[in-house]
Nanobody, 119 residues
Framework: QVQLVESGGGLVQPGGSLRLSCVVS????????MAWYRQTLANERELVAV???????DYADSVKGRFTISRDNAKSTVYLQMNNLKPEDTTVYYC?????????????WGQGTQVTVSS
């Protein structure tokens, strides 16, 4: 069983910053890619940023230059630094982790953390 626990959401003014954290725990042999998603108005989850086990990153066009994903493998933690936040960034953010190998490989999700950007 793999658990993901997010933290760091909250209320911030436009132009402000927040840093989200997500700790992965449980029966983990290895952590492959880790990512952050967010809920859309259509109630779907869109990819915000992803980081591979080797540190390669990719971002949604809407957040490039403003958000930075990073990971601390020793702490089994992934971060999302969000700068210059905009009202349209308001939604629930979810952590995602691809763990394990072969038949033990699984995709796990956190419970979500609310980010609200408002003056």
């Amino acid at each position: 069983q793999v658990q993901l626990v997010e933290s760091g959401g909250g209320l911030v003014q436009p132009g402000g910053s927040l840093r989200l954290s997500c700790v992965v725990s449980g029966n983990i042999v290895s952590i492959n890619a880790m990512a952050w998603y967010r809920q859309t108005l259509a109630n779907e989850r869109e990819l915000v940023a992803v980081i591979t086990s080797g540190g390669i990153t990719d971002y949604a066009d809407s957040v490039k230059g403003r958000f930075t994903i990073s990971r601390d493998n020793a702490k089994s933690t992934v971060y999302l630094q969000m700068n210059n936040l905009k009202p349209e960034d308001t939604t629930v953010y979810y952590c995602n982790a691809d763990t394990g190998r072969g038949p033990l490989r699984s995709i796990s999700w956190g419970q979500g953390t609310q980010v609200t950007v408002s003056s």
